[in-house]
């Protein structure tokens, strides 16, 4: 048993070391556009980097509904070089509508999801890039 706990503190050690929550900026990518009125909900941000590949999600809320907010998104990306590839509407196992739009540029990816709350509508946007090559 002592082997399998090593293996699971020396996966959570390089985990955590990949990983940081919180304390990002607002709009951490300069290039993946973030509506003025949406507000960081960075205790549940992640951002992992490798020399490979970065991946990034990144939770806010807003007041304003899904269509409003989505059209936001449709407004924004564009002007970022962000091409819609697919959308679909749902509803969560919560009985909450939501939508999601995902973007491209290049190889990098960006799923937006927009959820109606009780309280304020939820944006997460999960983001797939590899660095430049130079």
Request: charged content about 20%; proline content about 7%; glycine content about 8%.
């Amino acid at each position: 048993m002592r082997p399998v706990r090593a293996l699971l503190v020396v996966c959570g050690l390089l985990l955590g070391a990949c990983a940081s929550t919180g304390g990002l900026p607002r709009q951490p990518f300069t290039d993946v556009p973030v509506g003025a009125e949406w507000q960081p909900y960075s205790r549940d941000w992640v951002v992992i980097e490798t020399p490979g590949v970065t991946a990034a999600k990144l939770i806010y809320f807003t007041k304003t509904g899904v269509d409003a907010t989505l059209a936001e998104v449709r407004r924004l990306m564009p002007q970022s070089g962000w091409k819609e590839r697919a959308t679909e509407r749902f509803v969560n196992p919560e009985g909450f509508k939501g939508q999601w739009a995902e973007y491209a540029k290049g190889a990098d990816v960006c799923r937006v999801t927009v959820i109606e709350g009780a309280s304020a509508t939820h944006v997460d946007l999960t983001l797939a890039r590899r660095p430049a090559t130079r």
